[in-house]
């Protein structure tokens, strides 16, 4: 008796799953056993209803009125345990999804001596009035095969139950719900950018959520966003459209980030590409799943001195360098950068100098405008950055180019300094400037966009005739030219630096 009375707590969970996955039967069962409950209560205390003679004429009508009554009161406890079940799957997934969908739940579950499965289904509305069964799977995760049709779907899981072994086909075991469905989640999933683009007709490119960029990216006075990525960027999405789409033009759907997760958005479905003065390295291939494009602009490294330090005049970055580290000097640079990158392994031999990485690129210039009242006197960062700050006439016009050669008479390993070079994509045996190409970032694998790009670059960069610059050459200045006068109108124009 006990070890029955044990397990009743098993049987009720039981008959909570079948109350929401099969109402009917459970009101059925229910009415059965309130009606055997009600027999054996009445039968004992002698007041059964139909025994009410008075009342109640004939035994028929008596039964009648009773199975109404525990139909009545099952119908009320299934239509409670329905909607106060167990918990839902909580599904999570990226709304945008290239070459690869991965669904993830999370279930809470109570024991049972069944088999738990998770039903994955699909449709194309929210309603999911065309269903289509994507997966019956014991894991907490889905990968929809690259052979799925493309376009935006709703997606949904609820765990279910079975008293046989697992059949990953699904439908051929016998199956009871252990919840309700999940949320429904809306995801766009295409196998390639270059699917997305045919199927939309729309190319997103990604910028850094910054409009002080120098040159690169600014506001326009009219509130516009321009400079040379933005026209570049513009100028790809025009050319794409002739090679991919003649009869109809693209449309340029230009997005930012911050730029500490700016390269994230290739691999994760939401960029097609992006074009954001990023230097083109290995270790940023590895790390964020892209490709790089063919460069499109050099940058050097360069090192800047605040404002009450411009009267110092140094030999070349090595020797201001080493005199930051005698006086114990702050020299600083924008985080996550190549050019923070570099900073560290400069300090790793000059332990003495005070190194500070600050997250957002606008306030380089601010720290080196405040050197001697506990800001930087010293800088590194990319060379637009440092163009900059001459232009805005808030810094030293002088700045210090650092180079292969400055790093091996600080004393940085040769070993470091040829895992850099092979970082950079510089050739070994370099001992001139620090070089970094900056390039255009696609999701690892998209062949036919990046080769596209790189054809489209290469034209860009090829003069029409002997005589004249190359479309690339020309939006540079033109870009300068623009910003050079945006600066001259105001005085708190604050350029940051580059990647």
Known sequence: MWSELKDLPEYWSFFQ????????????????????LWFLAVRQSRIFLIEQRSQIKSHALGFFVAGIVCLAVSAFVVTLLKYDGAPRPRLSAQPHAIGRLNLKWEFDHPQTRGHVLFEVQSAPDKRFLDVAQEALTPFRTFNLPSSKSHGARYWRVRAVETWFEPDMRGGSKPMSSMSEWSAPARIEFYNTALDRIRNTGVVRVYFSDTLDDGWFLYSTEEGKVSGFDYRLAEKLVQELGKRLWPEKQLRFDARSAPWTRLLEQPASGNADMVVSMISATRERESRYNIDFTNKYYASTQTLLASMDNCTVRYGSAEHALRAAARSGFTVGTHA?????????????????????EVQDSSLVEQRLLNGAAGGWRFAIADSPLAEAIALTGKGCATRLTVTWND?????????????????????GGNTGAITEQYAIAVRSGEHWLRSTLNEILRELDTPAAPTKVSPLALFQEESRRVWDRLVKRSEHAVPTDGR
């Open 407 to 427: 790093l091996i008479r600080l004393g940085v390993p040769k070993a470091s300094v040829r895992a850099i070079q092979e970082n950079f994509y510089t050739p």
């Open 17 to 36: 799953r079948l109350a929401s996955s099969q109402p009917v039967i459970a009101i059925g069962l229910g009415a059965v056993l309130v009606g055997l």
């Open 336 to 356: 996550e950068t190549t050019s923070a990158a570099l900073l560290r392994l400069i300090a790793g031999v000059l332990p003495a100098m005070r190194v500070e």
